[in-house]
């Protein structure tokens, strides 16, 4: 008992040794070489022209479709992956069937699947050879799928742990007082589940706007009318407008960054409730 | 009865999602056995994108192994100021779009950027190159490794290392005997998810790479190459090999994890 008291106390705080030096010198060189310096050089190189042409790069006809595309389908999929995530988490955590222990390990292949498979195993079901007759090559239906595939796990592995711990007791009392189940959910689980849930989907959105593999092969990066933003990017890159493809590049950072703070200040809530 | 709707729900959604497509590339795949899927993946082509997809992932993983137990146990171990900023950076890859990467990349790395233009000068040529790949994929797979070991670093405690060293024993000895094989499955479980993201790596690496065939293209490339050119057996059997890695890493990190070793879940 006291040693494990000990364990919680005694966390020795060290003054900024030579060791820590050395290690905070060359972790935060490894991170400007590869993550910091490249990204600063995007946002710097958006600017570099000046605040009007940047506008201009993200209000020319195709980079301001393939924004709207991009931002729309992302809050879609993000919707759709809120309220069948947490369907999904609910069925692995409280229902009893065979397969089940399956169906909980593959809920993460998404995450191990290169992006350019999913596109092209999406489009071999869902393509001009459907065995099923549904072609949605080509359309925004095939983006968004392509978007529900790859942002499958989030809301799942995020709701999933929150549902494990959850007391069945608070449940039967509700259910004990007379509440049915549709008000021991909404009442009871519900608001457990909230914070769980909407950072699940913020997870899901930022993942969501940022795709790229995934949608090259069934979208067919239509301009005006499937291509993402990602992709319009890469189209720039490809045609040398850096400066463009940076300023659109921009927009996409910033909107990422706010839903991580979103996400973050979702977290901070749960956590004080919970 | 609703518990059986929900059921049904979440079922099908995923069968349709999910598994039906990648059962059907399976399927098409080995539908005429297995000597297409042989014949497709041992052309030269397809075994030159291994070996480069190989070489690449091979040093991205090693450089974020290194990075990843070195920067846990700086988050870990040691009080310094501005820890809450750096670990916010250790995560800021995951949030930033692989092509996005791949500009950045280019705009430091490229022949007419400064950085670039002296690093050819020694003749060392990093975008349309390895190095250039590997910095793209060590990128995108940054946060994997030190996401692993950090939590059961905490969980651990540095109780063991005081102890060896008030015993005489050096940093290196009590890493080694002590913190390492404290920490070795959560480092297996980092290690692999690291390893799979950068075996799949696609974005990231089409933008640095110029995508030149028989050069510097990886699997990932090839599969969208050979499938836009029409070839679709060695598109689908080069995704199917991918796939099939997927499986193994999803099944590997399943035996690794740490939640559910302790809950021996």
Redesign the interface.
Known sequence: MTREVT?ITVR?????AG??AA??G???L??SL??????A??VW?SADEGPGYFWRSVTTPDAWAALTLTVGASALVALVNLV?GT??A???V??R?P?RAV?D??????F??????AG???L???GPQS?LGVNLAYSRAGVV?AL??VT?PFVVRTVQPVLLELDTEMEQAAASLGAS?FQTFRRVILPNLIPAMLSGTALAF?RA?????ST??ISGNLPFKTQV???N??SQ?EGDN?TG??AI?TV??VV??V??ITLDVLQRWGSRRG | MAKHVLRVVAVVYVLFLLVLPVALIVWRTFGDGLAPFAEALTSPSALHAFTVTLTVAGWAVLANTVFGVGAALLLVRHEFPGKRLLGAFIDLPMAVSPVVVGLALILVYGRFSPLGGLLESWGIQVIFSTPGMVLATVFVSLPLVVRAVVPVLEELGDEQEQAAHTLGASRLQSFVRITLPGIRWALGYGVVLCLARSLGEYGAVAVVSGRLVDQTQTLTLFVEERFQNFDQPAAFAAATALALIAVVTLLFTKLLRPKDRSDGN
Do not use: K, N, Q
């Open positions: 364990a020795p705080v060290r003054r900024l060791g820590t290690g905070l060359t972790a935060v490894y991170l590869i993550v910091l310096i490249p990204l050089a995007v190189r069948m369907v999904i609910w069925v692995l409280r229902d069937f397969g169906l390990t593959i809920i993460d292949l998404p191990a699947l290169p992006t350019i498979v092209l195993v999406l071999a079901l869902y065995p799928l529900l595939f499958l189940p930022t706007i940022a795709e790229f593999g090259v092969l933003a990602a992709v990017i890469f890159i850096t493809a940076a590049s996409l950072l990422a960054l839903a991580l």
